[in-house]
């Protein structure tokens, strides 16, 4: 059973890069035709797809964010990673990882919380 | 960017009660559209796929249907540990993008 779990620092200050890694357990991130996905919830909102990594190394990003993110994969530690640079208040949220998986969500990290402040 | 619109935002319901969530896409998105489940704390859970297909391990109760712009997820007969929120998402095109969430509150 494939599990995902997000780690990095829980507190960002302005202007600066947010860090976040998700480990992938259960199965090799490179094997199958999967993206793997980072989606964001600030408390009491809706869901906010970031963007997407494929097997392959190709990435799809929001465009709200795409001049601020980058994800990258790491298949020799089956992880992958975002980046998301010049920080603001609005960036605060719970940050997920996810699979996708020819259309769908169906395995998630349980989520970190991403706080921005001074 | 492909709108997803749920209704109604927030819903009151009881125990045994049939539920009617909807969701309309701006466009046609064909049935690349899933449903899911988020309750408080956790991570939201894939209920149904491709407009209509029931995950594995989710109750028959929770039923998917539609295509082009409207489609509705039905609960048949609510269990009280249906009360959550639920959220539509479109895979037609990026970017991906989900519904701003419905609310199913116990009456």
């Known amino acids: 059973q494939v599990q995902l779990q997000e780690s990095g620092p829980g507190l960002v200050k302005p202007s600066q890069t947010l860090s976040l890694t998700c480990t992938v357990s259960?199965?090799?991130?490179?094997?199958?035709?999967?993206?793997w996905s980072w989606i964001r919830q600030p408390a009491g909102k809706g869901l906010e797809w970031i963007g997407r990594?494929?097997?392959?190394?190709?990435?799809n990003y929001n465009p709200s964010l795409k001049s601020r993110v980058t994800i990258s994969v790491d298949t020799s530690k089956n992880q992958f990673s975002l980046k998301l640079s010049s920080v603001t208040a609005a960036d605060t949220a719970v940050y997920y990882c996810a699979r996708y998986n020819s259309g769908w969500y169906e395995h998630w990290g349980q989520g970190t919380l991403v706080t921005v402040s001074s | 960017d492909i709108q997803m619109t749920q209704s109604p935002s927030s819903l009151s319901a009881s125990v045994g009660d049939r539920v009617t969530i909807t969701c309309r896409a701006s466009q046609s998105i064909s049935r690349y559209l899933n449903w899911y489940q988020q309750k408080p704390g956790k991570a939201p859970k894939l209920l149904i796929y491709?407009?209509?297909s029931l995950q594995s391990g989710v109750p028959s109760r929770f039923s998917g249907s539609g295509s082009g712009t409207d489609f509705t997820l039905t609960i048949s007969s609510l269990q009280p540990e249906d009360f959550a929120t639920y959220y539509c998402q479109q895979s037609y095109s990026t970017p991906i993008t989900f519904g701003q969430g419905t609310r199913l509150d116990i009456k």
């Open positions: 259960g199965g090799s991130i490179s094997s199958g035709s999967y993206y």
């Open positions: 491709a407009a209509s």
């Open positions: 990594i494929y097997t392959s190394g190709s990435t």
